[in-house]
């Protein structure tokens, strides 16, 4: 099976369980983890190589398409989008500004679903179906993933991270 259509199975199977848990994904704690867990694949999916050591910028068609998707994903229908979108803008100015210093922001962010692990592997779905949505789900994204998946206490094979 060719790395795409991987990509693709993988991130429709991460949905699937998503929408399977939605009902037990209303908490704050999800709520934030999952905003930050998609500015976090959005800054290193479509950013410019600056953010490694400082400031950086994010493709205003990667800040739309992500923006996109959070509206658009039943899971997080149970949130009001406006207030999603404002979560996810304000991580994403945080990794924009200084990729180092606001990672550590926005990872503590995510560690917030580590009481509830159920939304812990929610978020890290979310992570997932949000990388692989435009069918690649390259490195950097990976490893922001692995990243989120220590602050919150999961091991990344569980993921095929």
Do not use: Y
Not at 54 to 68: C, D, K, L, T
Not at 90 to 95: A, P, V, Y
Not at 136 to 157: I, S, T
């Amino acid at each position: 099976m060719a790395l795409w259509d991987r990509i693709k199975e993988s991130a429709s199977q991460m949905q699937n369980q998503l929408e399977a848990k939605k009902n037990d994904l209303k908490s704050g704690a999800f709520r934030d983890a999952s905003m930050a867990m998609c500015a976090l694949v959005a800054a290193a999916g479509g950013t410019s190589h600056a953010l490694s050591s400082g400031g950086g910028s994010v493709a205003p068609s990667e800040r739309q398409r992500v923006a996109q998707l959070i509206s658009t994903n039943d899971v997080l229908r149970n949130f009001p989008a406006d207030d999603l979108r404002r979560r996810f803008e304000e991580n994403l100015d945080k990794l924009i500004a200084n990729f180092a210093f606001g990672k550590v922001s926005v990872l503590q962010e995510v560690a917030k679903a580590k009481k509830k692990p159920a939304e812990a592997r929610a978020v890290i779905q979310i992570g997932i179906v949000i990388g692989g949505a435009d069918g690649d789900f390259d490195q950097n994204e990976q490893a922001v993933v692995r990243e989120a998946c220590f602050a919150l206490g999961l091991p990344p094979h569980e993921f095929d991270l």
